[in-house]
């Protein structure tokens, strides 16, 4: 039996989830403390996908970088095959999941006490060192859990995939895809069988994800908690 | 070294104007909540930018709107304790205090911690977080981790007010041993008169984001500038007075004063309530019978309220504070009492 | 407070009982029909043409791959008509005996091309498929698209289905294979020919051979458990007529010789 759907969403998921978290976590970064009316707009528009249909945001995404339009062919002529690619399965999974994480992370990022980042400011810290060593850290436990949430959506995705990166065994077909496809080829049994197969993925996966949150979080927790 | 702060800021609907020039060592900023104490710390440690003004300190501009110039916060050697101390909850001690320290080498470091960190009885808690510490143990951190910098100038934000009541006057004895050490200008911001009264050379009186008074601690306290001053710095005998013949006509006592200190356009009188005593006999100067009309206790004093006896109106007038054995002594003397303002003790304010 | 906790039994009451008055009031003047999704513009003119008579009932059109639609019929979906683009899906239902007796026919037929984006000159011919510059062929998903079955049968009997199964990627429905070739993310596509002529942004490069795959039929059936069995024959009635095969035609059907 082909098991590349098994692999194709675990590599996806987990490349989603690195690149979501990293760009989640900078974009609330920057994005915290700021007022004005631009950045209530921009936050509308960066959970725009969370909003729209999945299949709406994969259709989207396809108008957009597709080779019928003028950033798909400059991307084309770049030498570079984005739709119908492994790595289009990655953005329409990163782009589906952002919203979850750059909500998570700006929430997470901000209930930090303000104070804090003033009193670094105060002894001569610039803003890039107050973001390591001060927010993160003590964001951490919010960062986490948009982690989890980030993976266990990026493994769900099937409609931003699906038209993004095409159902293509071997290439693009991960499990929601494949099972998609089995019940409509009306092969109930493998439809079956690769929802038994996600389910538990899913639980081993997230299971993992929370027990190497948890440690990180208990490092930091411990010393915070004992006010 | 001269440190200069005069400028203009707005936060919301409240407008501050501060006005302050010193080249003492300890200035005591007093003023009710929301009086602008905070903001003006705030502005000078560099995390609020005034509209207009400039502030320097030896020389070097902080602040000056004119030229153009407005240092970050991280690059004006400020070193501010913020009144919840903001101590850094997953940093040790150590880690906290040598926060502003990390363009020194490690031995660099360490020699300017050791001393530092024993000299505010932190030594043996450096691995400790900020979690595992006592009110006072925080308090300390925080102090120390603001003069590891070396700073020009310190911020103290209500040091004193989030800790017990029984630990405040160990800590408070422990912070004048400092700051007498700390060769900078310090700006002690509070609502409580007898700590700066205490701790500061100086003191600033702020109201509704304006600056009542300015000058040493002896001469506002004895000499306030007007009666808002006055009833600010916890003055309790307070009258509209007008000159005359070289006296001053006390209105709301029915009294004529003799003063040490006086002046024509006089408009206020006033006396602290630990100054007024009372005499064994009638007729001295600036004697006057009275009656005891209640009195309150305090731990350590007792407040006694009197009624003068020429007075237009009814009530009590004055407030005396003595101690309890003076009390003790007195309380037990038949009516009429008498109570004597003494002049140079007497004060007037021209508004 | 009485009047108020009545109003709310009453606003729910209404919101419940909805869905069932609506049901109850379909059973006179309204017919769902499920069809291959390659249908979709042909059925929309019958339905406006048929609309138009008088006494005509109200039509509702569920679109889908044949696959799909037989499965949801399967599972009881209140379908009354059903046209599907390929005879295994009927052939399915008919054996599950949930077709009406004596309604099935079929209704249209079919031509199987390739199609290009509209100005490409690479492939000229089955074979230029094999071109390295050829990367992405899409292809209806081969086991629930009948339109793929066909392509897959086709190029079967040509020898070329292994030469080129690794591009291909495998769309759930014609109308997809269209979307990719249009908008030049695959490089060619196997669709009808009606699909073909919907769209000027794509060119049909070849047609293929009719001895290559079993002739597209379209068969069309009642459904036995349809609340509305007289409007729905009548309906399959239209579509067999001159003025349905007319419409049909127009849009690039063949229809059965009657």
């Not at chain 1, 996806?12 to 900078?26: D, K, Q």
């Not at chain 1, 209530?40 to 019928?68: Q, Y």
């Not at chain 1, 699906?162 to 929601?176: F, K, M, S, Y």
């Not at chain 3, 698209?145 to 690794?166: I, K, T």
Request: proline residues 5%.
């Amino acid at each position: 039996m082909d098991l590349s759907p098994i692999r194709l969403s675990l590599e996806v998921s987990v490349a989603a989830t690195a690149v979501v978290t990293l760009l989640g976590t900078l974009v609330a970064g920057w994005r915290v403390r700021r007022r004005g009316v631009i950045f209530e707009l921009l936050d509308g528009v960066f959970l725009l996908p969370l909003v729209l249909p999945p299949t709406v945001v994969g259709f989207l995404l396809l108008l957009m970088l597709g080779r019928a339009s003028p950033i798909g062919e400059f991307i084309y002529q770049l030498g570079l095959r984005l739709v119908f690619s492994w790595n289009a399965a990655v953005i329409a999974a990163a782009v589906t999941t952002f919203p979850l994480m750059y909500m998570t992370a700006r929430a997470a990022l901000e209930q930090v006490d303000a104070s804090l980042a003033e009193a670094a400011r105060t002894l001569g810290a610039g803003e890039g060192r107050i973001f390591r060593e001060i927010l993160l850290p003590l964001a951490w436990p919010g960062l986490a859990a948009g982690m989890v949430l980030t993976f266990a959506r990026a493994l769900g995705d099937f409609g931003a995939t699906l038209i993004l990166a095409g159902n293509i065994p071997g290439r693009t077909q991960t499990l929601p895809l494949a099972i998609f496809f089995a019940v409509e080829a009306g092969d109930t049994q493998e439809a079956v069988r690769w929802s038994l197969v996600t389910v538990a993925i899913s639980l081993a996966a997230l299971g993992a994800l929370n027990l190497w949150t948890r440690h990180r979080t208990g490092l930091a927790m411990r010393v915070v908690q004992q006010d | 070294m001269e440190f200069h702060a005069e400028f203009a800021a707005q936060r919301g609907q409240f407008a501050l104007e501060m006005r302050l020039r010193t080249s003492g060592a300890r200035v005591g900023i007093l003023g009710e909540s929301g009086a602008g104490k905070s903001m003006t710390l705030r502005a000078v440690a560099g995390l609020l930018k005034p509209a207009s003004g400039r502030i320097a300190m030896g020389g070097r501009a902080l602040f000056d709107s004119s030229g153009g110039v407005n240092l970050p916060a991280r690059e004006r050697q400020v070193g501010y304790v913020f009144q919840q101390y903001a101590l850094f909850p997953h940093r040790t001690v150590a880690q906290n205090a040598a926060f502003g320290l990390a363009h020194l080498t490690a031995t660099e470091r360490d020699a300017r911690l050791r001393p530092l960190l024993k000299r505010m009885h932190l030594d043996g808690m450096e691995g400790r977080y900020p979690g595992q510490l006592s009110g006072g143990q925080q308090q300390r951190v925080a102090l120390a981790r603001a003069l590891a910098i070396e700073p020009q100038i310190l911020l103290l934000d209500e040091p004193l007010s989030a800790l017990d009541f029984h630990v405040r006057a160990l800590v408070e004895k422990e912070l004048l041993d400092t700051l007498a050490a700390f060769r900078g200008v310090t700006l002690y911001v509070s609502h409580n008169l007898e700590e700066v009264y205490r701790l500061c050379d100086e003191i600033l009186v702020l109201a509704r984001g304006r600056v009542l008074a300015f000058g040493a601690k002896d001469e506002i306290f004895l000499h306030p500038p007007t009666a808002e001053v006055a009833r600010l710095t916890a003055c309790k005998n307070i009258s509209r007075a007008r000159a005359l013949d070289g006296m001053v006509e006390a209105l709301d006592w029915g009294l004529r004063l003799r003063l040490g200190r006086t002046d024509a356009r006089a408009q206020f009188v006033g006396i602290r309530a630990n100054h007024v005593t009372f005499a064994d006999a009638p007729g001295g100067e600036n004697v006057f019978p009275c009656s005891v009309v209640e009195s309150t206790e305090t731990p350590f004093r007792r407040t006694v309220y009197l009624r003068l006896d020429d007075a237009p109106d009814s009530g009590w007038h004055l407030q005396a504070e003595v101690w309890k054995d003076r009390w003790e002594e007195l309380k037990n003397r038949p009516a009429p009492w008498h109570v004597r303002l003494d002049p140079s003790r007497l004060f007037v304010t021209l508004a | 407070m009485q009047n108020r906790r009545a109003m709310l039994a009453g606003m729910l009451a209404a919101l419940i009982a909805a869905p069932f008055l609506a049901r109850a009031q379909g059973t006179s003047g309204q017919i769902t029909v499920a069809a291959a999704i390659s249908m979709k513009d042909a059925l929309e003119a019958i339905q406006a043409a048929y609309g138009a008579r008088a006494g005509a009932p109200n039509i509702t059109f569920s679109l889908g791959a044949s696959g799909i639609l037989q499965k949801q019929i399967e599972e009881g979906a209140p379908v009354d008509v059903f046209i599907s683009a390929a005879p295994a899906q009927m052939n399915a239902l008919e054996g599950k005996n949930l077709l009406l007796e004596g309604t099935r026919r079929d209704v249209a037929g079919n031509r199987l091309v390739l199609i290009v984006p509209s100005g490409s000159t690479t492939v000229k011919s089955l074979d230029d498929l094999k071109k390295p510059e050829v990367q992405h062929i899409a292809i209806g998903e081969i086991r629930a698209v009948p339109a793929g079955q066909y392509a897959a049968e086709s190029l079967r009997n040509q020898n070329l289905f292994d030469a080129l199964r690794g591009k291909f990627v495998y769309a759930q429905n014609v109308r997809a294979v269209l979307t990719y070739v249009a908008g030049r993310d695959a490089d060619a596509g196997f669709v009808y020919e009606t699909d073909a002529k919907s769209t000027d942004k794509v060119a049909i490069a070849v047609a293929m051979p009719a001895s290559s795959y079993t002739p597209v039929a379209y068969p069309a059936a009642v459904i036995r458990s349809s609340q509305s069995a007289g409007a729905a024959k009548a309906f399959l009635e239209y579509l067999s007529s001159p003025e349905g095969r007319a419409i049909l035609e127009k849009y690039g059907f063949t229809t059965p010789a009657k």
